[in-house]
């Protein structure tokens, strides 16, 4: 069972950065595949990031060049630079883990609010 704590969202102006965290519980951290996904009232949840275990990313179109994911294996820890925030982008943003496996298992942090204001 992997436990994924969230934090660093906030209030920000449009223009503004925020990074979030997102810290991992157990010793399988550095085979997740993590990945951040956001959710605005009335919408489905849509994938922003995602990094693989050897470093590769994915991005949505809407966030490239804006968005950075990264991780720190030694300290089980993902986070996700945000950088020329738009109002569009205000959301509950979830930390999502995927291992792989025989029998695959997906983990979700309990979510943090962003809002950008205009």
């Known amino acids: 069972q992997v436990q994924l704590v969230e934090s660093g969202g906030g209030l920000v102006q449009a223009g503004g950065s925020l990074r979030l965290s997102c810290t991992a519980s157990?010793?399988?951290?550095?085979?997740?595949?993590m990945g951040w996904y956001r959710q605005a009232p009335g919408t489905q949840r849509e994938l922003v990031a995602g990094?693989?275990?050897?470093?590769?990313?994915n991005y949505a179109d809407f966030v490239k060049g804006r968005f950075t994911i990264s991780r720190d294996n030694a300290k089980n820890t993902v986070y996700l630079q945000m950088n020329s925030l738009e109002p569009e982008d205000t959301a509950v943003y979830y930390c999502?883990?995927?291992?792989?496996?025989?029998?695959?298992?997906?983990?979700w942090g309990q979510g943090t609010q962003v809002t950008v204001s205009s």
């Open positions: 157990g010793n399988i951290f550095t085979s997740l595949v």
């Open positions: 999502n883990a995927f291992k792989v496996g025989l029998i695959p298992q997906t983990y």
């Open positions: 990094m693989a275990s050897d470093r590769s990313t």
